[in-house]
C-alpha cells in the first residue's frame, strides 16, 4: 500500500457561483499546527520535548522498517507517536498500513477511521479502508441523504468550519459594500446577490458542519483484537449474540460503560451486545 499523498475546481457560468466557489476552495486550504508532544509515551526520560528531529528519525525508522517487512515494529512506533500527540493523519495512515501487514485488522481500520476524518478525499485511503474493513461497515444510506452523505463526505469537519468563517465575513462585507452603495443601482444589485449567494454557501456549510459534528461526537469504536466477542448479557457465561462470533474491524456504537470491565455496544447491523471494554478501541 502506498504512502500519503495530498491532494479544485471553478469554472463558473457566471460570477456569483463563482466567487462562492471562490469562498469555499478559500477556506479549504488551511491545516492547523499540532502541539509538540512530551517523550513519555517513547519511554525516553528527562527529555521534556520532542523535537522535530526526533519526529523525523522516528518516522525515517517506521518507514524503513515496514520496508523491510517488519510490519510490527512500525507499527508499534508509528502508534507511539501518535499516542505522544502527533495526530496526523500520515501516521495514521502508515499505521493502518503496518497494522494490517502484521495481521490485526481492527486497528488497521481504526487507524484509516481516523485518518479518515482529516483527509476524507484522499483515495488510497478510502480504498484501503475499502479492503480491509469488514463490509458490514459499510450500509447504504437511505436515497434521499445519498446526496447529502455524498457531499458530506468530500469534506473534512474542519474544513467545514473553515468555510463557514470565510462566507460569513465574505457575506458580512458584501453586505455592508451594498449599504454603503445605496445610490448605486446596478452594482448595488450585483452586491446583494453575491452576498445572497455566499449565504447560501454559509447556510449548506452549517448544516453540514452540524451533521458531521454530531456524527463525529457520538461514541463510535472498532471492535480489535484476534478474537472479539459479542454476548447477550454482561457476563463470560451469557449466550454469544451470533452464532459466528463477530470480526475485528467493526465498528459499533458504544451505549453505555458498565461496571466489571463490560460495555453495551450496538453492533453494525443494530443488534444490541455486549462486550469487553478491552475489545473496543474509541473513535
Known sequence: ????????????????????????FMAMGSRPVYAQATMEALDVEDVPLMTQYQ?????????????KGDYLQAAEIYQALIDAGLDYPAFHYNAGNAWY???????????????LRQIPRDENLQRNLRQVSPPENFREPFILLLLFTTFAGFFALEETLHILAVAWWTALLLFSVATLLRRAGRPRRLI????QMVMVVFLIFAF??????????RP????????????IAPREDAGPVYDTPPQAGWKVLRLSILPDGWAQVRMPDGTPAFV???ALRSL
Open 1 to 24: 500500500m502506498d504512502d500519503l499523498t495530498r491532494y479544485r475546481r471553478s469554472s463558473p457560468s457566471f460570477l456569483g457561483i463563482g466567487t462562492a466557489f471562490l469562498v469555499l
Open 55 to 67: 519526529k523525523r528519525d522516528l518516522a525515517r525508522e517506521a518507514h524503513e522498517l515496514y520496508f
Open 101 to 115: 501487514n502484521a495481521g490485526d485488522t481492527g486497528l488497521a481500520v481504526w487507524h484509516y477511521e481516523k485518518a
Open 192 to 195: 446583494m446577490r453575491l452576498g
Open 208 to 217: 453540514t458542519a452540524a451533521a458531521k459534528a454530531y456524527h463525529q461526537s
Open 220 to 231: 463510535w469504536a472498532i471492535l480489535v483484537g484476534e478474537a472479539p466477542e459479542a454476548f
Open 276 to 278: 469487553r471494554q478491552s
